[in-house]
């Protein structure tokens, strides 16, 4: 029986032990959780002390002395190497110094931050994410206290306000536009005067164009194209106020069969039916005339098929002259656990800026998401006038928390539009995304 | 009796007593030796115990436990609510989104152990009796050859099997030469199963019948079920079946060499001809392996996320679905940790009955292990001690 009794004691004690290193890691993350202010506190006056070191001097700017940790998912070296000169061009301004990491996978290691009480200071976050993070209390609500809040277009604005409270500042945008091959264009004995601008014209110039060799329109069958379709009919999944659910509205339906008939007919093409990984290399390597993308095709055209020679217009409205386009964005986002919330202001004030959003567009081709810096960029990139021209009237995705599932059952349903019944698929998305708001 | 209470383990000193005849009180032998042995033990043990218990035993349990809470991914989960058993009733219990998408997954991964399962053991055996042969040149070679997918990292192998499957890949021109036009196979969402009915004309898959069409299981119809592996999974398939089968040749390789040549040379005094020996020798002696390459196997296959992850994320259209992708998405992208963990609960579950299943199917119809009921009921009868 001893035998057995030590056995148990040590059993015992080992898991007692493991028990207690468990509870003293979660007690950890709590207080790193929860007394953040104290933390914020310590090293507040760290910073202030390193900024009289430094002789900064009398009145310190809320930023000095702060180490801030940037995570991001980057689109390639020009982005890395833009964001880190930027970063250090505002260290050395603040008397501090920014970790510059490219992400692997950035919703998984977020993700892993966030448990772990470890979250990078500051991060991009996806509009689609947005809600998501909010609603679990990991991003600052800092929007509305930095100095040019009111400069972000008010769309971008809306895609990263969860709750009536607006979150973190906008980075850049894209928008949807309608990319044209030219040569195959004149080819088909089309002129500038061809290019559709309601979607009568777009099914008449894409069965026109249609010919043996290349489809008329590619488009990627899923959410993030066709919805443009939906807005451009006067409609959408969420009405204005971005939480009233009208997915199954029949002008919805109409444009969805607006879009299956193009795929009917045999005019609009999937990238995966042109051998093609997405819609952009399809078009890049002409076997799709046209197609509807944002301006990360510019680039990838630029890089990838440099002779290719088009053009790029306005998407064109629907039977009632609605003009609609999507637009997409990432957000500044700073952790609710930051040591360093007034230097994370600074940091993303200092990125968000007129000058650095130019930087950032001349380096990598984002479109920047301030009011202000829309003439220099026009002047600059007069070829892009479509893409900014859309951010005025289009919509963002959807952003309300935990629907990731519906919008990709959505997607799912899209990829066999040609066989199913528009208003049936709106019917469920409808159902779906009102369970999982309600629910 | 009453001296060896409270001593230990009752058999310690019965052996004893019954091995020397002696009558000594085991006390002190045990106490002397033994009882520092078991400590000595027992702290050689602990490192590996602590170790375990940190990082099995104890993420296990914290997974269970998330699977119960409403956790949002943000601190730590032990002070997440406690939901009880919410998360696997939104799964389980209602027809919603969540139940189709599960039982999606569910049938897709079905249909991948159905043929995975069986195809990459009977492949896997046949390459090791290849190879396993007495005269056969190169077998070093032939053994690399065949082992090499295994060793290949698995995003490589991907990212070929990307290119191999496109509609203008190498599959198709090769299926061009023989007059068939190949699908596109990572677009093609179309159920094999379906294919197969309606080519036989058994069924329209416009209109399904109305007994398979009208009756549902876990939110999605009969005729869903049947469906089958869609296009698109059949090429994850292959590459499954390729990529693992150099593996469990090696480990049939080992099992055949374990067997004793003169047997099998008993058996060709005998008369038996190449099968028989097969049938009668190879195979029975190969069963302890069989069951641990089916295993393997069936746990592997029941887990695929990385193909998944890397080759499709379960398009087109859910078909590539799996419960483990699918857990990794409700939890990663949708911020839903609870239901993510009860998914990964849920596939846990089915793989310990598959288990369970597959040994009761294989177990051992010697009468040494015959079921405890048949053994007492002979023992009663014999009068014999088992």
């Known amino acids: 029986m001893s035998v057995h009794r030590t056995r148990t004691a040590v059993i015992g004690a080992v898991g007692a032990l493991t028990l207690l290193a468990a509870a003293a890691c979660s007690s950890d993350t709590a207080t790193g959780g929860t007394s953040s202010p104290a933390a914020a506190a310590t090293s507040s006056a760290a910073g202030s002390a390193t900024g009289s070191e430094g002789g900064g001097g009398s009145e310190a700017p809320a930023a000095g002395g702060a180490q801030l940790q940037l995570l991001f998912g980057s689109s390639g070296t020009a982005e890395t190497d833009a964001l880190t000169e930027a970063a250090d061009a505002w260290g050395s301004e603040n008397d501090s110094t920014v970790e510059v990491t490219a992400a692997q996978d950035l919703t998984q290691q977020l993700a892993q931050g966030f448990s772990s009480g470890t979250a990078p200071d500051v991060f991009y976050v996806g509009a689609d994410q947005v809600a998501n993070y909010a609603k679990a209390g990991n991003l600052l609500p800092y929007g509305d206290e930095l100095s040019n809040a009111d400069d972000f277009y008010p769309v971008l604005k809306d895609a990263f306000t969860y709750d009536g409270t607006f979150y973190c500042a906008p980075k850049d945008m894209s928008t949807l536009a309608l990319f044209i091959n030219t040569d195959l264009w004149a080819a088909a004995g089309l002129t500038d005067a061809d290019i559709p601008t309601t979607w009568d014209q777009l099914a008449t110039v894409a069965a026109k164009l249609n010919t043996g060799g290349a489809a008329g329109l590619s488009v990627a069958p899923e959410r993030d194209r066709v919805d443009a379709f939906l807005v451009q009919n006067g409609s959408y999944l969420v009405a204005e106020d971005g939480t009233t659910i009208t997915a199954n509205d029949p002008k919805n339906a109409e444009a969805l069969g607006f879009v299956k008939k193009m795929i009917t007919d045999g005019v609009l093409k999937t990238p995966a039916e042109l051998d093609s990984g997405w819609a952009g290399e399809a078009f890049g390597k002409g076997a799709a005339a046209m197609t509807i993308e944002g301006n990360w095709l510019l680039g990838a055209l630029k890089s990838d098929y440099p002779d290719l020679k088009y053009t790029v217009a306005e998407l064109p409205a629907g039977p009632t002259g609605t003009k609609g386009t999507l637009v997409f964005t990432n957000c500044w986002g700073i952790s609710a656990t930051t040591q360093f919330p007034e230097q994370a202001k600074s940091f993303v004030e200092y990125m968000t800026s007129t000058d650095q959003q130019m930087a950032f567009a001349t380096a990598f081709g984002v479109i920047p998401s301030v009011e202000s810096a829309q003439a220099d960029y026009l002047s600059e990139f007069a070829a892009n006038e479509p893409f900014v021209k859309g951010v005025d009237y289009a919509r963002g995705v959807v952003n309300l928390p935990g629907i990731t599932d519906v919008l990709a059952d959505f997607n799912s349903q899209l990829q066999d539009l040609a066989n199913a019944d528009p208003q049936a698929i709106l019917d469920s998305v409808q159902e779906n995304l009102t369970a999982a708001v309600g629910g | ?386």
């Open chain 2, 1 to 386: 009796m009453s001296i060896t209470q409270g001593m230990g383990p009752a058999q310690v000193p019965a052996a004893v007593a019954t091995a020397d005849g002696d009558v000594t009180p085991p006390k002190r032998r045990r106490s002397g030796i033994r009882g520092s042995e078991n400590r000595a033990g027992l702290l050689f043990a602990a490192p590996a115990f602590v170790l375990i218990l940190l990082f099995l035993i104890g993420p296990v349990l914290l997974a269970l436990w998330v699977s119960l809470t409403d956790w949002s991914g943000k601190g730590s989960p032990l002070g997440a609510n406690f939901i009880g058993a919410k998360n696997y009733d939104t799964l389980l219990g209602s027809p919603n989104l969540q139940q189709r998408d599960l039982a999606t997954a569910l049938r897709n991964n079905m249909y991948y152990v159905l043929l995975v399962v069986p195809l990459q053991t009977v492949l896997a055996l046949i390459l090791a009796m290849a190879i396993n042969r007495q005269r056969l040149r190169g077998k070093g070679f032939f053994r690399t050859a065949f082992y090499f997918p295994s060793v290949t990292s698995t995003v490589a192998i991907s990212v070929v099997f990307l290119f191999l499957f496109t509609a203008s890949g190498a599959v198709n021109s090769v299926l061009a030469w023989f007059g068939i036009n190949g699908p596109n196979w990572f677009a093609d969402p179309r159920g094999v199963g379906h294919l197969i009915l309606s080519g036989l004309g058994l069924v329209d898959t416009a209109n399904p019948p109305a007994w398979l069409a009208d009756h549902d299981f876990l939110g999605i119809s009969w005729f869903q079920w049947i469906a089958g592996p869609s296009v698109a999974m059949c090429a994850l398939i292959t590459l499954a079946i390729w990529t693992t089968a150099g593996t469990f040749m090696l480990i049939f390789l080992a099992a055949l060499q374990d067997i004793p040549a003169d047997v099998e040379e008993a058996a060709m005094v005998d008369g038996a001809n190449r099968w028989q020996r097969f049938r009668n020798v190879t195979l029975p002696a190969l069963k302890p392996t069989m069951f641990l390459v089916i295993t393997l196997g069936l746990i592997g296959t029941w887990q695929v996320f990385d193909q998944v992850y890397l080759m499709s994320q379960g398009k087109p259209s859910k078909t590539t679905l799996t419960p483990a992708y699918l857990s990794f998405q409700t939890s990663f992208q949708d911020g839903k940790w609870g239901q993510g963990t009860a998914i990964a609960f849920i596939l846990f579950v089915i793989i310990i009955v598959m288990t369970l299943i597959q040994r009761f199917v294989m177990r051992d119809r010697d009468s040494s292990r015959k079921p405890w009921w048949r053994r007492r009921r002979e023992a009663a009868l014999t009068g014999s001690d088992v």
